[in-house]
């Protein structure tokens, strides 16, 4: 299929850093409506939120053939709860406590829609990766969360940014845990015919 238009269903800075990275020309455009989480299982609820971000955007779009739309989401998953994005520091702070000296896992899901034989189609998978923190203690918490990175993510913390000195190792997939599995996202969309670098 050739690809004319592509649009990432996300306002999160890191991951529109991992595709401009990955030489993917797209453009941005955001929905408006408040996550639900509907569903249980971590991969199931991150499927579930990526398209949701697909369904806000596809109605503004042109129904033709070449557009193709990305929406992703991420998740932390510690011991089968899920922690979202803080609310306050002290919420940043809490949960860092949690996690530090121990193993937990970062999900993101893709969806991919693009239109075909005169419908959209959609296509979502999600990624796992288990990331280990060192022991930190609580003085070293409370200075992380007070520059206010831990804010807008997911866990309470940025692998790539201040706290990555404190990851121990992880199993799989690094990009994921920034918030976009690109490997895998080129792999799925060859699969489905799709050339992201157009």
């Known amino acids: 299929m050739e690809t004319k238009r592509i649009v990432l269903a996300s306002a999160s800075p890191r991951r529109r850093e991992l595709l401009e990275k990955a030489g993917v020309s797209f453009e941005i455009m955001t929905g408006n409506g408040e996550e639900k989480i509907t569903k249980t299982k971590p991969s199931e609820i991150v499927e579930t939120l990526s398209k949701d971000k697909v369904l806000q955007v596809i109605n503004r779009l042109p129904s033709e053939p070449g557009i193709v739309v990305i929406g992703a989401d991420t998740i932390v998953v510690f011991k089968d709860k899920v922690l979202g994005k803080p609310s306050d520091k002290k919420d940043a702070q809490e949960t860092l406590k949690k996690l530090q000296g121990n193993t937990h896992q970062v999900y993101t899901?893709?969806?991919?829609?693009?239109?075909?034989?005169?419908?959209?189609?959609?296509?979502?998978?999600?990624?796992?990766?288990?990331?280990?923190?060192?022991?930190?203690?609580?003085?070293?918490?409370?200075?992380?969360?007070?520059?206010?990175?831990?804010?807008?993510?997911?866990?309470?913390?940025?692998?790539?940014?201040?706290?990555?000195?404190?990851?121990?190792?992880?199993?799989?997939?690094?990009?994921?845990?920034?918030?976009?599995?690109?490997?895998?996202?080129?792999?799925?969309?060859?699969?489905?015919?799709?050339?992201?670098?157009?």
Do not use: H
């Open 109 to 198: 899901g893709v969806t991919l829609a693009f239109y075909r034989d005169e419908t959209w189609e959609y296509y979502s998978f999600s990624e796992c990766t288990d990331v280990t923190f060192y022991p930190v203690d609580e003085e070293k918490i409370r200075i992380y969360t007070e520059t206010g990175e831990s804010m807008d993510k997911a866990g309470s913390y940025g692998i790539q940014g201040l706290w990555g000195i404190y990851v121990k190792g992880i199993c799989g997939d690094y990009n994921n845990v920034v918030g976009l599995p690109v490997a895998r996202l080129f792999y799925e969309a060859g699969k489905l015919g799709i050339d992201l670098r157009g």
